[in-house]
């Protein structure tokens, strides 16, 4: 079965460290993305993707970059973890243009100390 | 701005005992209403998605429905299983494929 998977699950990091979390879907979509997920903010979109070599900011980038080398693979950088950045993590796909259904992964819980 | 708008931001049921929960949107043009679950510890899980006012869709205990300003996910005789947050998203009035999100409502269904 298609499906998309997170890694890692958990994750502590130090402030300033860089990190980068991976996203892989094998549902074959075009489009990606990436939202983190807090407490009385709700989900979030960080960065997307409509393809390959395509990447596009969201509501709060800032402090997060993306790449897209392939179709499966959409890995999201934290070029210095803050604490600010500690979060839940999640990456989504879709498929075909316009308004369509997104499907989850499991999601990575970053803990930046 | 786009803006999604869910309540109550909390509710409990006892099981058996129907209720609604509302998700308001201020998008002009509505491209498509979403709804999601998502257990503790797990992404989102898509539920529905509703094109127009009027449109109805069921799932089990759920139902969802849409009108021009809101829409509804009533649940009948729920289940202590049916406790999850519930997400509603819109798509922008413009762009491609991205998704705006409601904070959700946190629904515990007691036995």
């Known amino acids: 079965d298609a499906e998309i998977t997170q890694s890692p699950r958990h994750k502590i990091t130090e402030t300033g460290r860089q990190v980068t979390l991976a996203c892989h879907q094998t549902?074959?979509?075009?489009?990606m993305f990436w939202y983190r997920q807090d407490l009385g903010h709700g989900l979030r979109l960080i960065h997307y993707?409509?393809?390959?070599?395509?990447?596009n900011k969201g509501e709060v980038s800032d402090g997060y970059s993306v790449s897209r080398s392939n179709t499966e693979d959409l890995p999201l950088t934290l070029e210095s973890a803050a604490s600010s950045q500690t979060s839940v993590y999640f990456c989504?796909?879709?498929?075909?243009?316009?308004?369509?259904?997104?499907?989850f992964g499991p999601g990575t819980r970053l803990t930046v100390l | 701005e786009d803006q999604v708008t869910q309540s109550p931001e909390a509710l409990r049921l006892q099981e058996g005992e129907s209720s609604s929960l509302n998700c308001s949107y201020t998008?002009?043009?509505?491209?498509?209403l979403f709804w999601y679950r998502q257990d503790p510890g797990k992404g989102p899980e898509f539920l529905f998605t509703l094109y127009s006012a009027g449109e109805e869709k069921e799932k089990e205990r759920l139902k969802a429905t849409l009108t021009k300003k809101e829409s509804f996910l009533h649940i009948t005789a729920p289940k202590p299983e049916d406790s999850a947050t519930y997400l509603c998203a819109v798509p922008p009035n413009s762009g491609y494929s991205t998704l705006t999100f409601g904070k959700g409502t946190m629904l515990l269904v007691s036995p």
């Open positions: 549902w074959n979509h075009n489009n």
């Open positions: 993707s409509y393809g390959v070599q395509d990447t």
């Open positions: 998008v002009s043009g509505l491209r498509g």
């Open positions: 989504a796909s879709s498929d075909l243009a316009g308004a369509n259904t997104q499907y």
